[in-house]
């Protein structure tokens, strides 16, 4: 996999072997725009599943492999409690559909689960609370417009979901995706540096509400957020056993896995990440 994704990767960077020249702004918009030629954005428009489709459920059932038994029936009761719920939990199935859906070939190190309820207040080392994406236990090398797909998508179907009209929905997603176009574009023209230490604070989102309600409503999720840091969190999900903090096991979600093989197998993850990180 480590393999593969680094020549997948190659052809993302900005850096032109045959010249050693890192590509100006200029001469990437120009590339950009050259593959409209093959895959001009009217085509991203339609989908047209395949004639033989796999089995959605089988698709979903290939996805548990490797979790714990025991916790697949909630993660189905989960998802069919509504529509917005099942694409919370179908990331699999949704690549599945996408995958026959035109692409520019352009692959990035994707989220693989983008939607409006994996972005999130969290806080930095700092302490400071900021806004991002906050979940990648679904993250894989694929085309670029994978997560924005799935991102618009998830916010027609949320404002289905609280019976919103179609039209607020359509609002919604072109709000979301002009953001994404805008914010791209400004980033293009920063460096690497700037663009790392780009941030969206707890207190911008404040600052920029958009009314009274909101404003008050953004305190508030700030608040939640706070009370979930470390040193808030830790006591009351943690208690001392000889001496040292331990979870309290909360079934039939949160528990100590006293199988063996289970352990091994999450040690050989961790193991694994661990290679992926740079010295």
Not at 250 to 274: C, G, K, M, W
Request: glycine fraction near 4%; charge should be positive.
């Amino acid at each position: 996999m480590g393999n593969k994704i680094v020549k997948r990767n190659e052809s993302l960077s900005e850096f032109d072997s045959n010249q050693s020249v890192f590509l100006s702004l200029e001469e990437r918009i120009k590339r950009g725009k050259s593959m409209r030629k093959s895959t001009p954005r009217e085509s991203h428009a339609e989908w047209n599943p395949k004639l033989k489709r796999k089995d959605p459920i089988k698709i979903l059932e290939h996805s548990n492999k490797g979790r714990m038994n025991d916790l697949i029936p909630i993660r189905y009761g989960r998802m069919i409690r509504t529509p917005f719920t099942f694409l919370r939990g179908a990331a699999s199935l949704m690549a599945y559909d996408l995958a026959s859906t035109p692409s520019t070939g352009e692959y990035v190190q994707a989220c693989g689960d983008c939607h409006l309820m994996n972005f999130g207040l969290f806080a930095t080392p700092e302490r400071n609370l900021i806004f991002d994406i906050n979940d990648f236990d679904e993250t894989l090398p694929a085309p670029w417009e994978w997560d924005v797909k799935r991102l618009a998508v998830s916010f027609i179907v949320a404002a289905r979901d609280v019976e919103h009209s179609h039209s607020e929905g359509k609002r919604a997603a072109m709000a979301c995706v002009r953001a994404y176009r805008e914010k791209m574009a400004a980033y293009a023209k920063m460096s690497p540096l700037e663009v790392w230490y780009d941030k969206l604070d707890a207190k911008t989102l404040i600052k920029n509400a958009p009314d009274e309600d909101s404003r008050k409503n953004r305190i508030q999720i700030a608040r939640k957020a706070r009370e979930r840091i470390g040193e808030y969190l830790l006591p009351k999900i943690a208690t001392k056993v000889d001496g040292r903090h331990r979870l309290v096991d909360q079934h039939p979600v949160l528990f100590h896995v006293e199988d063996t093989a289970q352990s091994e197998n999450t040690l050989h993850a961790i193991e694994e990440y661990r290679m992926t990180l740079s010295d």
